[in-house]
């Protein structure tokens, strides 16, 4: 008892230290903590919200109106063998990968809550679901930072099967530990169509302002870090360690920013566009990552669940170490080149200066795309499965 008294005044002072600490960096940095704070108004108002908030509101309501369970029949025979969790699960799966983090792992903690997969399926799940999405690698990444679509395109396939391999590691998670599987529902009563859809568009308003309010704190960390010279100190240990890799301090900068936030650490490799190899590596690697800053927002949505975290954060870190060594196998036996192009470089300029009414058009549709997609398919579903009952 006394060692547990001991070991928390402890943990205590510690974390007094570090928020005396912050406080004062935030008053001796003052105007580079506002600065990066509107920085990240700027990214959630331009980018975050309008290209995440129609999907979560999309994949919010694949799950209220019980499409998962229907169309999770087609997929029983694909996501079972191969990940030992059931079709419901490729509404997760499938969304992940279109809408980008955190819409995957927010999808795959609904459809445990609303009792249509069990606590192992949704551990399974969370390992390999949460996903970067095409818009990001091909748009920014690819065509902003490297100027190739060919690197957009081959980040994405090493994303993508890497997801799918860590999947594949992960599908005995949970079931030696012989934990009571929690019961599935089945959706027979008629949907309230109106309530939900207004859960699913206030839910998905109040996801968005966590995420925001994630990518705002850490825009301003970043900042500090860097201002106070931890992270600087920090990459010149990391490049002690790494050398062997051929890891300088400058590099492990880089690693470092990524693993904290996804967005700042690729869009630092812009200045190293020219070493190509090396550069999409830890591309590879941080888009496999994530981020601190994804995480703390996948989190949030966890927090009061039950599910446990490490099949999430261990499958993070395994999709990062699978992504880069494809990406550093493939660079061995292609012939890649960053070509800077007049087109391209106005292509990029565009995405850059796109305003909020543009990106919430363009991820609006998608969504809807994506919404009568789930709609179609359970409906002809439906009708197949009444004709063969009248049968």
């Given at each position: 008892m006394?060692?547990?008294?001991?070991?928390?005044?402890?943990?205590?002072?510690?974390?007094?230290?570090?928020?005396?600490?912050?406080?004062?960096?935030?008053?001796?940095?003052?105007?580079?903590?506002?600065?990066?704070?509107?920085?990240?108004?700027?990214?959630?108002?331009?980018?975050?919200?309008?290209?995440?908030?129609?999907?979560?509101?999309?994949?919010?309501?694949?799950?209220?109106?019980?499409?998962?369970?229907?169309?999770?029949?087609?997929f029983?025979?694909?996501?079972?063998?191969?990940?030992?969790?059931?079709?419901?699960?490729?509404?997760?799966?499938?969304?992940?990968?279109?809408?980008?983090?955190?819409?995957?792992?927010?999808?795959?903690?609904?459809?445990?809550?609303?009792?249509?997969?069990?606590?192992d399926?949704?551990?399974?799940?969370?390992?390999?679901?949460?996903?970067?999405?095409?818009?990001?690698?091909?748009?920014?990444?690819?065509?902003?930072?490297?100027?190739?679509?060919?690197?957009?395109?081959?980040?994405?396939?090493?994303?993508?099967?890497?997801?799918?391999?860590?999947?594949?590691?992960?599908?005995?998670?949970?079931?030696?530990?012989?934990?009571?599987?929690?019961?599935?529902?089945?959706r027979?009563?008629?949907?309230?169509?109106?309530?939900a859809?207004?859960?699913?568009?206030?839910?998905?308003?109040?996801?968005?302002?966590?995420?925001?309010?994630?990518?705002?704190?850490?825009?301003?960390?970043?900042?500090?870090?860097?201002?106070?010279?931890?992270?600087?100190?920090?990459?010149?240990?990391?490049?002690?360690?790494?050398?062997?890799?051929g890891?300088?301090?400058?590099?492990?900068?880089?690693?470092?920013?990524?693993?904290?936030?996804?967005?700042?650490?690729?869009?630092?490799?812009?200045?190293?566009?020219?070493?190509?190899?090396?550069?999409?590596?830890?591309?590879?690697f941080?888009?496999?990552?994530?981020?601190?800053?994804?995480?703390?927002?996948?989190?949030?949505?966890?927090?009061?669940?039950?599910?446990?975290?490490?099949?999430?954060?261990?499958?993070?870190?395994?999709?990062?170490?699978?992504?880069?060594?494809?990406?550093?196998?493939?660079?061995?036996?292609?012939?890649?080149?960053?070509?800077?192009?007049?087109?391209?470089?106005?292509?990029?300029?565009?995405?850059?200066?796109?305003?909020?009414?543009?990106?919430?058009?363009?991820?609006?549709?998608?969504?809807?795309?994506v919404?009568?997609?789930?709609?179609?398919?359970?409906?002809?579903?439906?009708?197949?499965?009444?004709?063969?009952?009248r049968?």
């Amino acid at each position: 008892m006394y060692r547990i008294i001991k070991s928390r005044k402890t943990t205590d002072a510690i974390v007094f230290f570090v928020l005396a600490l912050s406080v004062y960096a935030l008053i001796f940095y003052s105007k580079a903590s506002a600065a990066a704070a509107r920085d990240g108004l700027n990214l959630c108002f331009n980018v975050i919200i309008p290209s995440l908030f129609p999907f979560f509101v999309a994949s919010s309501l694949i799950v209220e109106l019980g499409f998962a369970d229907k169309i999770g029949r087609f997929f029983e025979p694909v996501m079972k063998p191969l990940f030992n969790i059931s079709g419901v699960c490729a509404a997760a799966f499938a969304l992940g990968f279109i809408g980008g983090y955190p819409v995957g792992a927010k999808t795959a903690i609904s459809l445990y809550k609303c009792g249509s997969i069990s606590k192992d399926e949704a551990e399974r799940l969370l390992s390999f679901c949460n996903n970067s999405g095409p818009a990001f690698i091909f748009g920014v990444v690819g065509a902003g930072i490297f100027s190739s679509s060919m690197i957009g395109l081959l980040l994405y396939s090493a994303h993508v099967v890497s997801s799918v391999l860590v999947g594949v590691i992960f599908r005995s998670w949970g079931t030696s530990g012989g934990r009571r599987q929690a019961p599935k529902s089945i959706r027979v009563t008629a949907v309230d169509y109106s309530s939900a859809f207004t859960q699913s568009v206030t839910g998905s308003f109040g996801s968005m302002l966590n995420i925001s309010a994630f990518v705002i704190f850490f825009a301003v960390i970043i900042k500090l870090l860097f201002a106070s010279g931890a992270i600087p100190q920090a990459a010149s240990f990391l490049a002690f360690l790494l050398s062997p890799l051929g890891l300088d301090r400058l590099w492990c900068e880089r690693l470092l920013t990524g693993i904290i936030e996804l967005t700042s650490g690729v869009w630092s490799l812009n200045e190293v566009a020219g070493e190509l190899k090396s550069a999409i590596t830890m591309a590879a690697f941080m888009l496999g990552w994530a981020g601190l800053s994804v995480h703390c927002q996948v989190l949030s949505f966890i927090s009061g669940s039950g599910l446990s975290v490490k099949s999430y954060i261990l499958g993070k870190f395994l999709h990062a170490g699978i992504s880069a060594a494809l990406i550093f196998a493939a660079t061995r036996f292609l012939s890649l080149k960053a070509p800077v192009a007049a087109y391209l470089a106005e292509q990029v300029e565009g995405i850059a200066s796109l305003n909020f009414h543009t990106a919430l058009f363009i991820s609006s549709v998608f969504s809807l795309i994506v919404l009568l997609f789930f709609f179609v398919t359970s409906i002809i579903f439906c009708r197949k499965k009444y004709r063969t009952a009248r049968r």
